[in-house]
């Protein structure tokens, strides 16, 4: 059983930054893609950014050249940097993780417990 906690949310006015941090801890896995999603209330869960072990990376639309997303690999960690946030920014902040059991060598996926993220305007 993978745990993931975050941490870093917040409250920040228009234009201001933010960093989120997600840990990954337990089970014997091999973590393959890390990301984040957000989610307001009534609506679906949307992806933010992903990032492979390999350090390629997607993000939506809505936060290219504004977020920053990177992992450590040793440390099971992965993290949002955003800038230039915006009203709109504001939602629950979730981290995900897709990993592979090495001793059953299944396939799994985590969800952290998400953290609140609201801009103020």
């Known amino acids: 059983q993978v745990q993931l906690v975050e941490s870093g949310g917040g409250l920040v006015q228009a234009g201001g930054s933010l960093r989120l941090s997600c840990a990954a801890s337990g089970g014997i896995v091999s973590i393959n893609v890390m990301g984040w999603y957000r989610q307001a209330p009534g609506k679906q869960r949307e992806l933010v950014a992903v990032?492979?072990?390999?350090?390629?990376?997607v993000y939506a639309d809505s936060v290219k050249g504004r977020f920053t997303i990177s992992r450590d690999n040793g440390k099971k960690t992965v993290f949002l940097q955003m800038n230039s946030l915006k009203p709109e920014d504001t939602d629950v902040y979730y981290c995900?993780?897709?990993?592979?059991?090495?001793?059953?060598?299944?396939?799994?996926?985590?969800w952290g417990q998400g953290t609140q993220v609201t801009v103020s305007s």
């Open positions: 990032i492979t072990s390999g350090g390629s990376t």
């Open positions: 995900n993780a897709d990993v592979s059991d090495l001793i059953s060598h299944s396939r799994f996926n985590y």
